[in-house]
Every structure is written in structure tokens, then in C-alpha cells.
């Protein structure tokens, strides 16, 4: 599935898709920044509620597919510029970490 493919099928806000043809192949749900960089996935959804500007460094360097901001958390602009200039795509959504990953597996199924 791709991040396209996930926003049409989930009413979950883009808030920068540079990339939006990334394939998304498993999910990771972390919010401790060097847990995530030792464990986390290239072509993972991670879910986080971490808004610090490292989120974007994380996943360039892990080379997630996606980051989603669950439970509401917003990006701010800067990090959403770094983002843009890095092709990391960024997705928020209102459900909670669970509830986020759980779509997401059954969409992967």
C-alpha cells in the first residue's frame, strides 16, 4: 500500500505528502526518538505523538514511509518545511497510537 493509498482509505489529515507513491510495508509505533531509530523500519508507518523537530531526522534516517501524528498532535512549521526539503511524508489524525496502528495493519493485511 502507499501513503496515497492509505490517505484515500483513512480520513487522516496530509500534512505534507512529498512523496506520496512510498510504500508502506509495516508500522512501528514509538514516541522515545533512539528507540525508534534502532528498531523502527524502512518503508514503516510510524506512529508517534512526538512533535520535536529530531522526529524528521528519525525518519530520514530510518527511511519510514510515513510519519503519523496520532491523538491530534500537529507538526509545526518548521519541521514541515524540513520535512518537505527531506521528502519525509507527514500524516496527523485524531485517533489514538492503537487505534491509528490497528488501520493500518488491517489495511496491510
Known amino acids: 500500500m502507499t501513503v496515497e493509498e492509505?490517505?484515500?482509505?483513512?480520513?487522516?489529515?496530509?500534512?505534507?505528502?512529498?512523496?506520496?507513491?512510498?510504500e508502506i510495508t509495516g508500522g512501528y509505533c514509538g514516541d522515545l526518538l533512539s528507540w525508534v531509530m534502532g528498531r523502527a523500519e524502512?518503508?514503516?508507518?510510524?506512529?508517534?505523538?512526538?512533535?520535536?523537530?529530531?522526529?524528521?531526522?528519525?525518519?530520514?534516517?530510518?527511511?519510514?514511509?510515513?510519519?503519523?501524528?496520532?491523538?491530534g498532535v500537529l507538526p509545526d512549521e518548521e519541521m514541515i518545511r524540513t520535512a518537505e526539503a527531506h521528502d519525509i511524508n507527514l500524516i496527523a489524525c485524531e485517533e489514538t497510537t492503537f487505534a491509528a496502528s490497528v488501520k493500518v495493519a488491517e489495511l496491510l493485511k
Open 6 to 22: 492509505l490517505l484515500k482509505a483513512l480520513p487522516w489529515k496530509a500534512v505534507t505528502v512529498p512523496d506520496s507513491t512510498r
Open 42 to 71: 524502512s518503508g514503516d508507518c510510524w506512529f508517534t505523538i512526538m512533535s520535536n523537530k529530531n522526529v524528521v531526522a528519525v525518519a530520514q534516517l530510518t527511511d519510514v514511509a510515513c510519519v503519523v501524528f496520532t491523538e
